[in-house]
């Protein structure tokens, strides 16, 4: 099969463009996009900027897909927007390049569910094998580590940490970083997000055994429900990662965080 592009469709003769890729009706590529193997563009879609996307990526109707951060310091520089293999991203996605004050580019992993009106801003990294509801916000500087799960409508500040395999409920504000396996949501007074709970179910799905959650769990206490301070939960959480590997996630995640916790 060869490249199929659609007549309506505009792409530059500079874009470089992956065997078997389908470019829908109207669909804009610019002189620095370059698409990966057994890629689908939907119809009006528009991919410009310095823009990667890997092999056997979904972008779906109306995306914006490399546009300008939206920062005022930004000034035309020649940043990046890098995208990983088997990602879905669904209609009227906004994702940016980075800028020159942070990593000088935008990064997304692999294997990411990315759902519609998710707007992902400068500088940010998405790990793999994210779900990104719909009308989540990433505000630029976030990180979004591997299986992390955020519900819809749910803005995240700048420079926020979330880690791996957490699940955060819809509709909760996220002005913390969250820690590795826990679930959080909305607080019975507001949108604020506060910690819920072991996201359990998700880790056994994930071949995580009754051990592993156990330990976990002893973790989460020692972190929310013993009375320590957070240095006093830190400290004790990573002598524990010496014996246990999974709880590794908690001292690198403790080495990320600068905004504190969700309490």
Avoid at 54 to 80: C, L, M
Avoid at 84 to 110: A, H, M, S, Y
Avoid at 167 to 192: C, E, H, K, L
């Amino acid at each position: 099969m060869t490249v199929k592009i659609h007549p309506t469709a505009i792409v530059d003769s500079n874009a470089i463009i992956g065997e078997n890729c389908e470019i829908g009706a109207y669909a804009v590529i610019g002189p620095k996009v370059v698409l990966g193997a057994n890629c689908w563009i939907g119809n009006h879609t528009n991919i410009t900027g310095n823009t990667n996307i890997g092999d056997n990526s979904r972008i779906f109707h109306f995306a914006s897909i490399g546009e300008a951060p939206q920062d005022k310091k930004y000034n035309g520089e020649d940043t990046k927007l890098i995208i990983g293999k088997n990602n879905t991203i669904r209609e009227f996605c906004t994702l940016n390049t980075g800028t020159v004050q942070g990593n000088g580019q935008t990064v997304i992993g692999d294997d990411n569910w990315i759902m519609a009106y998710v707007h992902i801003a400068h500088d940010c990294i998405v790990g793999n094998s994210t779900i990104l509801a719909n009308n989540v916000t990433l505000a630029g500087h976030v990180i979004v580590n591997d299986f992390a799960i955020v519900g819809g409508l749910s803005p995240v500040h700048q420079f926020v940490v979330i880690g791996a395999h957490t699940m955060i409920g819809g509709q909760t504000a996220i002005s913390q970083d969250v820690p590795p396996y826990i679930m959080a949501s909305s607080s019975s007074t507001g949108p604020r997000a506060e910690p819920k709970g072991v996201n359990a179910e998700g880790l056994r799905r994930r071949g995580f055994t009754s051990t592993q959650i156990d330990n976990i769990k002893e973790a989460y206490k020692i972190l929310y429900r013993n009375g320590l301070s957070y240095s006093e939960a830190k400290s004790t959480i990573e002598e524990m990662a010496k014996e246990h590997n999974e709880l590794k996630l908690f001292s690198e995640f403790f080495t990320k965080s600068q905004r504190g916790i969700v309490r």
